[in-house]
């Protein structure tokens, strides 16, 4: 029996956790579900067929997180037999046969290398009324040659690598991903024009380190070729990536964003501290000096940018010393924008045994005071951009009051937040189409502009959300081979939004 009425589709839903490398990994989950035949769940449906979790491992409560919502599904499963559960991401990779344990009304659990088996695992689970737990040590197929379910007609995740070759002491993701794999520039070329052909206004590039693009095949200038031959493809309006890492960045990606009219003045660049010792500590091969340097050069190249980061508060043995090190490079750096942790203790990484390890008030304490440092930059940075006119490519999800307030959200080309007012143009602008508008009001973490927009573009992406289109992309292979077994694994190393 299943919960599926006789000859209907099955229904899924996918709830996913993490960072850009998990939600594009969710968009290929839910296209291979399609194209076998699942149909995507109501977003009221509270009893789809199959309900997929897409799992974190990098903050110490993702363990708590998951089997806490695996637990409230227990009496829905229940109640509704034939309903599957399937757990992957790198929670699975790294749990592995605990998950079914632990939960043993889990009916499927996947790993980071083997997105492609999910289908099959399904269907296998349902038959042998068995639970089914696969997870490989290696990538078999590069995750893009998968089909996709993309989430926006506008923007696009589009990877060039996956996993990571570095070995920062606080971080397991890498060794649950496996170290680097690069794609063909072909490959990722045509997967890009794929989508602008489609509609799509912007892309992202994604990797666990994106600036190390080309280590596989003996080229450290790729990766700044790259964003120029993004800057060929027609329709395509703007080009992001995330996330390099300090010790890769080179003077040609400066010079390739500066000069590629597509490639956003904006540059998201881990610094996670600004004392050297913890830098040493943590195995981040630069310093704060050569981090500034790197701010200082992209900045006389595009004056404009909008620098962005991660920073972790108390790691071990981080003295008040250190920590006020890092406000001073804050303050330096000028970061329109942070995302900022607190220390989480990971247990197989080296970070997780060291001495040094601090009270959790004298985090908090520490964090307290990051935030606050971070926020009078950032809305000081806001406010010089008042009367400024911006070009917004409008957004789904940005506005949590939106619909209270009049407004609509969008990113402006530098990243950043703009709610902005549709004064005549209201029930006429739609998601994907981009609009000029004036600055009228900052805050620490968004802009507004109260006033009637100056101009408004309808575009293929409006047009396709109005629609109710999203784009849907085959595989992109182009003659990429398999991928064996890598090397032995290092120590775990950084982490999926944190180089």
């Not at 070729?225 to 060929?232: F, I, V, W």
Request: proline share 6%.
């Amino acid at each position: 029996m299943t919960t599926a009425a006789a000859g209907s589709p099955r229904t899924y839903q996918v709830r996913t956790y993490g960072c850009q490398m998990n939600v594009h990994d969710s968009e290929r989950i839910s296209g291979l579900l399609e194209d076998a035949g699942y149909v995507r769940a109501a977003e009221a449906d509270e009893q789809p067929d199959v309900v997929v979790f897409n799992t974190c491992a990098v903050r110490e409560n993702a363990d708590n997180r998951l089997y806490g919502n695996l637990g409230h599904l227990r009496p829905v499963k229940a109640k509704h037999p034939g309903m599957q559960i399937a757990v992957g991401g790198c929670l699975a990779q790294k749990d592995r046969g605990d998950i079914v344990r632990k939960a043993p009304w889990v009916d499927v659990v996947f790993g980071t290398h083997n997105i492609g088996s999910l289908p099959a695992l399904l269907d296998r689970a349902r038959h042998n009324t068995a639970a089914e737990v696969e997870i490989l040590e290696s990538l078999e197929v590069f995750p893009s040659t998968l089909p996709t379910r993309r989430e926006s007609t506008y923007a696009g995740w589009v990877s060039i690598s996956v996993g990571c070759n570095n070995t920062c002491t606080f971080c397991i993701v890498p060794s649950l991903r496996g170290k680097e794999k690069d794609r063909r520039p072909g490959d990722i070329l045509s997967e890009v024009r794929a989508l602008a052909d489609s509609g799509v206004l912007e892309v992202t590039l994604l990797g666990q380190n994106v600036n190390s693009y080309g280590v596989e095949f003996g080229d450290r200038y790729a990766f700044g070729k790259l964003l120029r031959a993004c800057g060929d493809i027609d329709g395509l309006e703007r080009v992001r990536f995330t996330s390099p890492h300090p010790k890769d960045f080179t003077d040609d990606v400066i010079a390739a964003m500066a000069e590629t009219p597509n490639v956003c003045h904006s540059l998201h660049m881990p610094l996670q501290s600004g004392s050297d010792d913890v830098l040493r500590a943590m195995r981040r091969s630069y310093r704060s000096e050569r981090y500034l340097g790197i701010i200082s050069k992209v900045r006389a190249a595009m004056p404009d940018a909008a620098i962005t980061t991660d920073i972790i508060v108390g790691f071990p043995g981080e003295t008040e010393a250190d920590f006020a090190r890092t406000l001073d490079v804050v303050r330096e750096a000028r970061f329109s924008s942070a995302f900022t942790f607190q220390y989480s203790k990971r247990p197989g990484t080296p970070a997780a045994t060291m001495d040094g390890q601090l009270p959790k008030q004298v985090v908090q304490e520490r964090y307290e005071r990051l935030i606050a440092c971070v926020e009078e930059i950032t809305w000081a940075e806001n406010k010089k951009l008042v009367g400024e006119t911006v070009e917004v490519l409008v957004a789904v999800g940005e506005g949590r009051k939106d619909e209270r307030t009049g407004r609509m959200s969008g990113r402006a080309r530098d990243g950043r937040l703009v709610h902005f007012a549709t004064g005549e143009l209201a029930g006429r602008i739609r998601p994907g189409d981009i609009v000029h508008t004036v600055v009228t009001y900052a805050a620490p973490h968004h802009l507004n502009a109260d006033g009637a927009p100056l101009a408004h573009r309808r575009t293929r992406a409006g047009d396709a959300a109005e629609a109710g289109q999203v784009p849907r992309t085959p595989g992109v292979l182009l003659g990429l081979p398999t991928v064996g077994a890598p090397a032995a694994a290092p120590a775990p190393v950084g982490g999926c939004a944190a180089h």
